[in-house]
């Protein structure tokens, strides 16, 4: 296919170079919300720090074998790739390699020729190449092998059903809501399923937590087709980035567990402070997930330090119009992207309370609200803990109760 306004022009992302169409201004060092989408073949730039993270967990599950036994193939598959910058990102700047079956695919012929041109023109140069196996009904896929990635072109339903996957990624415009049971089924015994959602006024109220709960509405959904399934979730990674929410979950077979899978539903009461209840009351917000949003291990190790390992520009990825202050604000953007993660992880991986800092002022009835640091600081004293998380408002979790963060507030600004 003749590539129009080949070859644009070249932007880095992560360690991958990522060739822009000419309508597409260059993007700005990390980027805040919805882009404006200028044409076909766009790249979202604030989606950057959801493709860095996925980087991050798939190398994770490679070196601490959490998905599948040592040297066994991981089949990962990006259903609506687009630009294709997540699956090339996974082929240049995940280790273990050998491991990795990775199969791109979207229903826009040209925006896969387009990814392809791309990857064929910054090749890895490991000589890695497999071939599609046939697949459930013993046909052999029509996608094409170049360079570590089988490119197909087709709709994301059929290659989900017609092919088992232990990862499978869902980042469509909107919801992904019409994705997600096909994706279920397509997704071996044990796998990973990532999603993004878009569609956040859907999800999102005007309460401060409506964030967490467009999180946790999601994970609700997906618990509830899993389930259907005879499978059950467990959330790896779930938040709001930006402008929409981004899931890891791991989802597993098991029909006894599965079947419990209501244990983990219920709603938000919006007293002060807010508590979760299995029927609704008052002002209230769900059905949704109430339980753990954060794998403690695994968000754990999602640290500023294996950021820059895994995904920081070298010498001799950057581009050649690139200065010392485009490589300073890469470097920023990766350590923006896991920045709270790591220290929420504990917090989050169980029974938490989440806390508005812009709301401790008027509930704890003082003037101006102590630095987060003191106040954390005065509520380890206490024995208990607290971290900020990783949201769009200054936002921080903690095991201590509502009572007691107003305490340590009073104190400090005595």
């Known amino acids: 296919?003749?590539?129009?306004?080949?070859?644009?022009?070249?932007?880095?992302?992560?360690?991958?170079?990522?060739?822009?169409?000419?309508?597409?201004?260059?993007?700005?060092?990390?980027?805040?919300?919805?882009?404006?989408?200028?044409?076909?073949?766009?790249?979202?730039?604030?989606?950057?720090?959801?493709?860095?993270?996925?980087?991050?967990?798939?190398?994770?599950?490679?070196?601490?074998?959490?998905?599948?036994?040592?040297?066994?193939?991981?089949?990962?598959?990006?259903?609506?790739?687009?630009?294709?910058?997540?699956?090339?990102?996974?082929?240049?700047?995940?280790?273990?390699?050998?491991?990795?079956?990775?199969?791109?695919?979207?229903?826009?012929?040209?925006?896969?020729?387009?990814?392809?041109?791309?990857?064929?023109?910054?090749?890895?140069?490991?000589?890695?190449?497999?071939?599609?196996e046939p697949c459930r009904f013993g046909q052999?896929?029509?996608?094409?092998?170049?360079?570590?990635i089988n490119w197909v072109v087709g709709d994301a339903r059929k290659i989900m059903v017609t092919n088992p996957y232990q990862w499978i990624d869902l980042d469509p415009f909107g919801s992904p809501v019409d994705f997600l049971d096909s994706a279920i089924q397509s997704l071996s015994r044990v796998g990973v399923l990532d999603v993004t959602a878009t569609d956040t006024a859907a999800l999102c109220g005007s309460a401060k937590t409506s964030h967490d709960d467009a999180v946790r509405i999601l994970l609700g959904t997906i618990a509830r087709v899993a389930a259907m399934h005879d499978r059950y979730i467990r959330p790896l990674i779930a938040l709001f980035d930006g402008h929409h929410v981004r899931l890891s979950v791991l989802v597993s077979r098991k029909k006894e567990i599965a079947?419990?899978?209501?244990?983990?539903?219920?709603?938000?009461?919006?007293?002060?402070?807010?508590?979760?209840?299995?029927?609704?009351?008052?002002?209230?917000?769900?059905?949704?997930?109430?339980?753990?949003?954060?794998?403690?291990?695994?968000?754990?190790?999602?640290?500023v330090e294996k950021a820059i390992e895994l995904c920081a520009g070298r010498p001799e990825d950057l581009p050649d119009d690139w200065s010392e202050h485009d490589i300073e604000h890469s470097k920023r953007e990766l350590e923006r992207t896991v920045r709270h993660i790591s220290q929420s992880a504990q917090l989050l991986g169980g029974d938490h309370l989440l806390v508005g800092t812009d709301d401790l002022g008027i509930a704890a009835k003082v003037g101006q609200i102590p630095k987060m640091k003191l106040?954390?600081?005065?509520?380890?004293?206490?024995?208990?803990?607290?971290?900020?998380?990783?949201?769009?408002?200054?936002?921080?979790?903690?095991?201590?109760?509502?009572?007691?963060v107003l305490g340590v507030v009073r104190h400090l600004a005595e």
């Open 1 to 132: 296919m003749d590539l129009e306004g080949w070859p644009g022009h070249i932007w880095l992302e992560g360690r991958t170079k990522v060739h822009l169409r000419d309508h597409q201004p260059r993007p700005t060092h990390m980027p805040r919300g919805p882009a404006t989408k200028t044409g076909d073949g766009f790249l979202n730039p604030a989606m950057a720090p959801a493709r860095t993270r996925s980087v991050m967990l798939l190398a994770d599950a490679i070196e601490h074998g959490w998905l599948v036994d040592e040297g066994k193939t991981i089949r990962i598959l990006d259903a609506l790739c687009a630009t294709a910058v997540r699956p090339r990102r996974w082929r240049r700047e995940v280790p273990g390699q050998e491991v990795l079956k990775i199969t791109a695919n979207d229903l826009d012929e040209e925006s896969v020729a387009w990814a392809r041109k791309s990857h064929r023109t910054h090749p890895i140069g490991d000589g890695y190449i497999w071939q599609e």
């Open 140 to 148: 052999r896929s029509e996608g094409i092998s170049e360079d570590g």
């Open 259 to 303: 079947s419990k899978w209501s244990d983990n539903i219920g709603y938000r009461i919006r007293s002060k402070p807010y508590h979760f209840s299995k029927i609704p009351e008052g002002n209230f917000s769900g059905p949704m997930w109430t339980g753990p949003i954060f794998d403690t291990q695994i968000a754990g190790r999602m640290t």
């Open 375 to 404: 106040i954390f600081s005065q509520l380890e004293k206490a024995g208990f803990k607290a971290a900020q998380c990783q949201m769009p408002e200054p936002m921080f979790a903690t095991d201590a109760s509502w009572e007691d």
